[in-house]
């Protein structure tokens, strides 16, 4: 290829080179915080044998009762919020087997059989697995789906 065909491919397609770009750069920065977050995970582990003399094995057990409290916390603050949410939504199905589903504050869009759906909040959207919604976000859209198709 000359350089003209180069100059002018990229003036083409500009928007999806501008997207790579921006996705390699957003991709480095989640790896430097992982790896930020992981080293000072380590150093408090190593600090925690050395000089407190705690045991590797009581180290690890506190990693694992923080990681269950945290659980404890989004099973009794962020599951109910979403419970009640879920009751009171709004489902519509489409021909092409995608759903949107409305409540008072969010709103998430996924076709049906798919782990993967958009979630709106605000102006704010994300991808998420629905199968992490738990099941009574599937049981509630299998029984608006039973009652769409009786209509």
């Known amino acids: 290829m000359r350089v003209e065909q180069l100059l002018q491919l990229a003036k083409d397609y ?3 080179a501008l997207l790579i770009i921006v996705v390699i750069m ?6 430097r915080s992982l790896v930020r977050i992981i080293s000072l995970l380590v150093v408090v582990g190593v600090v925690l044998v050395l ?3 705690f045991s590797p094995e009581e180290v690890i057990q506190m990693g ?3 990681v269950q409290a945290t659980q404890e916390v989004v099973d009794k603050t962020i ?4 419970d009640a ?4 939504a709004d489902i519509a199905f489409q021909p092409d087997g995608s759903y ?6 969010i709103r998430i869009v996924g076709k049906k059989g798919e782990s993967k759906a958009t ?3 605000k102006d704010d959207k994300w991808e998420v697995d629905i199968g992490q919604l738990g099941k009574l976000f599937e049981e509630r859209l299998d029984k608006a789906e039973q009652q769409n198709a009786a209509l």
């Open 100 to 105: 949107e589903v409305k409540t008072a504050s």
């Open 64 to 66: 694992r009762q923080a």
């Open 51 to 53: 000089f407190f003399q």
């Open 14 to 16: 500009w928007p999806v």
């Open 85 to 88: 949410e879920l009751k009171n």
């Open 119 to 121: 979630v709106y909040y």
């Open 79 to 82: 599951k109910p919020v979403l």
């Open 26 to 31: 957003a991709a480095q920065w989640m790896v």
